[in-house]
């Protein structure tokens, strides 16, 4: 008599359930007005209009934001210009030391920080806490120690600073993406225009208001606030060297259109659709959180997430059941508790996007899962999501959603997963998962991406260069590597 | 009575063939005197997309053959230039230059070209890095190709323009499809009779000739080609290019300042260009009190 054996099944029915961790928040200092950071001081818009930024999470204002027009990026560009010729010619060594104490500064505020970025843009207050926050420090310490060392970077050739960069980041690591783009132009010699994201403005104004106090020289550094128009001015004007955009590739492409025919140059760092790939030697537990940090990470608010799975046939069942188990224990709630795992979507607009991939998903045929977590009445929240049955073909799968909605796919040899992985316009990262030191080369050499986490993912340094292949932009960030896009030779 | 002299086809070069121009085109090479003196094919969208799929085919053999291996065909095209020296030379007297400027141009050639097969396995490691991040991971960019390249090379030179342009962007492993000189398009045709005898694999090098105003916004506009160098100075043809690139984000060199002769017009720099930083991370294990010993 053969006995049938039955499937483990975890029973997730308790009566325990977690004490609220909430962080607090009294201790940081919010105005109820900012206004744009030009020059060294904050001055009052020139068309005179704020708009509001709200905590996703609880939908309630925090805060007004200034609007920058055409005429305020202009006296941006102009206080930046003004201090290119100074910055760019103090010594290297004085530079360095400027930069160190804007990361200084930031490691002694970082809580404050946290919890603002956390209020502002919905992510859990354990990634701004352990990852947003440090990183952004550390990226500016790394490129403080470059300022008097660049002739060692590049052989046989005597870089420059371009002058003026206009920067513009998206809403999903405000404050790091800010670190990502002030400290590599500073560190080269360059003066820095930047705008955040309107939903995210508030970190950005904060470490305004940090530089202001470290004493960097004014007009080096220029904040400025607003949405599209802003950025189109800043993208439009005829003395900013260098544009560096971090956001969705059709905004890249926009950007690259833009600037056609001027000598602008230009670093892009777009969308992403990564395949997240687990071969059936892998450790099977640590891919399965692999695949949940990969995904779920800031709520799938990440151009790199690991927003395709491919899992190899023979495993496929256990991986899937090991990731519905996984995401059942996942907390969907309070950004600000510590516990929670996945926080608000960024924004009402971010939410009916994915929303509308979700109806798409459905109508195409894939199987949708969702983890049966309850979602606050208030907020925007999404339940993590699977479509199950994806095929390569579906828009779920070929388009990047940017929420936590995950498409599996199977595969069977390597050829098929290496055909299926590269066969989408973007190129910006990758994942895989096997014991098999020689199957990790085959694949990495062989993936057209610019970063390959093996038997790990979301990993990011410093040191370590990040960007994208193809459709997903070019230029890289971070690392020695991401001081080139600053320097002419 | 005086034997009467065989003179050459100029046809195209793709897919290590020489095709007529599918759409029967040509245009005249003038001397002097304004004799005709070659029937030279007026390529169009067709061939540079024939040439394009040809390129893409290519790509995954050449960036995978080893280094040392691209290095050795690098040489060999340069054993082989060295072979016709004559022919380069007498072509490029053809078109107008003078037999010293004609013998200083095809000399430059050969040895840059033999400067750029030295470099084929060593510019990995110029801008290669180990990145020592603080987590527990081992963490390394290296430079991979970035694909099919379109190239729409120097007007002003038969050959050494050709070399300059195609010699970096093959060493880094890509692929590419180029228009050669208009006005001067003879020595393109014999650098493909030596590409084709130095082991280079079919598709590697494709070469068109034909006129670069009507042909500059489909190589911008292909979306199977990842980057477009351009050597010219038309100011329309160059924010075209820049604008079509946005169509699937093209990486864009334009190389028009550089002297052909100077030193400065080689490096490994142009090398770079055509290059993408890939950055891959693994897990380093850290059991118990596990040390390193001495």
């Not at chain 1, 900013?240 to 056609?260: E, H, L, P, R």
């Not at chain 1, 151009?303 to 023979?314: D, K, N, P």
């Amino acid at each position: 008599m053969t006995k049938k054996t039955k499937e483990p099944k975890l029973d997730f029915t308790t009566d325990w359930a977690y004490a609220p961790a909430p962080e607090d928040t009294k201790h940081i200092s919010l105005k109820k007005q900012y206004d744009l950071f030009i020059n060294g001081e904050f001055v009052k818009p020139n068309s005179k209009k704020y708009f509001a930024t709200y905590n996703p999470a609880t939908e309630e204002k925090i805060a007004e934001v200034a609007e920058a027009d055409e005429k305020d990026v202009d006296t941006a560009v102009k206080a930046a210009r003004k201090a290119f010729d100074k910055w760019s010619k103090i010594s290297a060594k004085e530079r360095g030391k400027y930069i160190y104490r804007i990361a200084r500064l930031i490691q002694e505020r970082a809580r404050e920080f946290a919890v603002i970025e956390t209020m502002d843009g919905g992510k859990p207050i354990r990634e701004s806490r352990d990852i947003d926050v440090p990183l952004a420090a550390n990226h500016f310490f790394y490129y403080a120690g470059w300022t008097d060392k660049l002739e060692y970077a590049f052989p046989n050739r005597t870089p420059k600073p371009l002058g003026v960069a206009g920067q513009i980041i998206p809403w999903n690591f405000p404050l790091l993406m800010a670190a990502w783009k002030i400290a590599p132009a500073l560190a080269t010699g360059n003066t820095v225009v930047l705008k955040p994201a309107e939903t995210t403005s508030l970190t950005a104004l904060k470490l305004a208001e940090l530089i202001r106090d470290s004493g960097l020289p004014d007009g080096v550094v220029n904040i400025i606030t607003g949405a599209g128009r802003t950025g189109t001015a800043i993208v439009k004007h005829p003395d900013i060297n260098k544009i560096a955009f971090t956001g969705s590739t059709d905004v890249g492409k926009m950007i690259q259109k833009a600037i056609a025919g001027t000598d602008k140059k230009l670093t892009l760092e777009l969308g992403g659709k990564a395949a997240n790939i687990i071969f059936e030697d892998a450790p099977i537990d640590q891919a399965v959180e692999g695949i949940v940090n990969g995904i779920f990470f800031n709520q799938g608010h990440v151009c790199c997430a690991g927003s395709r799975l491919f899992v190899q046939e023979s495993v496929a069942d256990v991986v899937i059941r090991k990731l519905k188990d996984r995401m059942e224990t996942l907390i969907v709630g309070d950004p600000l508790d510590k516990n929670t795992d996945i926080g608000a979507i960024n924004s009402k607009e971010q939410l009916s996007k994915i929303n509308n991939y979700l109806k798409i998903g459905k109508e195409e045929g894939a199987d949708i899962y969702q983890s049966s977590c309850s979602i606050l009445g208030k907020g925007y929240f999404c339940k993590p999501t699977l479509f199950l049955n994806a095929s390569q073909s579906h828009r779920v799968v070929q388009e990047e959603i940017f929420g936590p909605v995950l498409t599996v796919q199977t595969f069977r040899t390597i050829e098929e997963v290496i055909e299926k992985a590269n066969n989408i316009p973007y190129g910006l990262s990758a994942g895989v998962w096997t014991d098999k030191g020689s199957k990790i080369f085959n694949l990495t050499s062989k993936l057209r991406a610019g970063v390959v986490w093996a038997n790990t993912y979301n990993k990011f340094d410093p040191t370590s260069p990040f960007g994208g292949y193809k459709e997903s932009g070019f230029g890289r960030e971070g690392g020695l590597h991401g001081l080139m896009p600053y320097l002419k030779f | 009575m005086a034997r009467l002299e065989v003179l050459k086809t100029y046809k195209i070069f793709i897919g290590g063939q020489f095709p007529r121009t599918e759409s029967g085109r040509y245009y005249p090479i003038k001397n002097k005197k304004g004799e005709v003196i070659a029937n030279i094919c007026l390529s169009s969208r067709k061939d540079f997309r024939n040439a394009v799929v040809t390129a893409r085919w290519a790509f995954e053999g050449w960036r995978t053959r080893s280094a040392f291996n691209r290095s050795q065909i690098l040489y060999r095209i340069a054993e082989m230039m060295e072979g016709r020296k004559e022919q380069f030379i007498s072509e490029i007297v053809l078109q107008g230059s003078s037999l010293k400027a004609a013998k200083e141009e095809v000399e430059l050639s050969i040895d840059r070209t033999v400067y750029y097969a030295g470099w084929c396995d060593k510019y990995q490691a110029l801008f290669s890095s180990v990145n020592p991040v603080a987590s527990s991971h081992f963490n390394f960019s290296v430079p991979e190709p970035t694909g099919v390249v379109a190239i729409i090379a120097h007007e002003d030179t038969s050959l050494l323009g050709l070399v300059t342009a195609i010699a970096p962007v093959i060493a880094g492993g890509n692929t590419c499809v180029v228009l050669a000189s208009e006005s001067k398009p003879f020595c393109a045709i014999t650098i493909s009779e030596v590409f084709n005898t130095s082991d280079l694999s079919a598709g590697v090098v494709n070469i068109l000739t034909g006129n670069s105003a009507e042909l500059h916004t489909h190589f911008s506009t292909h979306m199977d080609v990842n980057a477009l160098i351009y050597y010219r100075n038309d100011k329309t043809e160059i924010k075209t290019i820049e604008e079509n690139a946005a169509l699937n984000v093209k990486r864009i060199f334009i190389n028009n300042k550089i002297n052909l002769s100077s030193a400065k017009s080689q490096s490994p720099y142009f090398i770079f260009d055509v290059q993408e930083i890939k950055t891959t991370w693994h897990p380093i294990e850290n059991i118990g009190s596990s040390k390193g010993g001495y």
